[in-house]
């Protein structure tokens, strides 16, 4: 039964707003969870060791990966984990163990609500809501890579920063739609709320006519014709991710590490807000 799984030595994980979720208990009524339970979905590290029936990996190969079972209870807030296969694609060159940490759920949500939900394509106006943050300015990055021209929201002081990774930046505020009217003056056509906190209700003023329009934070339900977009483990799209790295057309950018022994004040970090891309957790103790 377990002869296929992997031994992962992990150097750095994530942290997620998830974490935080099912700290509160929040989604206790549709996910089981069994205590003690370790937080973390995201990871990047080292094969320790393989299974008799392991393929595609051997011990000492450097990977990331989407670390999920149906059920809390282990998770990547540790020094090793076990994992199967399928979970795992070889670490991007040329990103650090922290940014390398940070890109499988951010981008898997990220790539998912841009190529599959939007299916964003080349021309485009897209706008996304929450451009700085954890999925916002990954999914930045991947609609430049389309070839569509991006408008990301921010507060003032993630305007340069937001410039930085290809978009027009826009402020939030009451002059959010006149703003994105002047750059775009005949419509988005396709809109991603990653910031939540009614960014959606915009989203009809500065629509154009069939345009596309997904959510990671809130219920779509609330704004119809909207998709609500689930982070899904695909390995392919986990290995696009990669790719992209590679390319020099995507970068995972780290606001902060903690050692692994101040998860908690990381977790109070993001719980905190304004975080620019990711918070990060690494294997190693505070000198």
Known sequence: MFNDLVLVRIEAAALNPADLA???????????????VTPGWDLAGVIEQTGSATTGFRPGDEVIGFVRDKAMHYGTYAEKISAEPRQLVRKPRNLSWAQAAGLPVAGLTA?????????VAAGDNVLVHGAAGGVGHLAVQIAAARGARVIGTGSEASQTFIE????????????LVEQVRKIAPDGIDAILDTAGRGSLAT???????????????????DYPGT???YVHLDGNDLTRLVELTEEGKLT???????PLDRAAQAQQQL???HTRGKIILENRTEA
């Open 164 to 175: 930085s990774l290809g978009a027009t930046p826009v402020r939030y505020g009451d002059e």
């Open 227 to 229: 998709i609500n977009v």
């Open 203 to 221: 989203t009809h003023a500065i629509a154009a006519l069939g345009a596309r329009v997904a959510t990671i934070t809130q219920s779509a339900a």
């Open 111 to 119: 790539y998912q609500a841009i190529m599959h939900s939007l299916e």
């Open 271 to 273: 719980a905190a807000g």
């Open 22 to 36: 099912f700290q509160s208990g929040a989604p206790d009524h549709v996910v089981d969870s069994f205590f003690p």
């Open 252 to 258: 995972v950018h780290v606001s902060r590490t903690f």
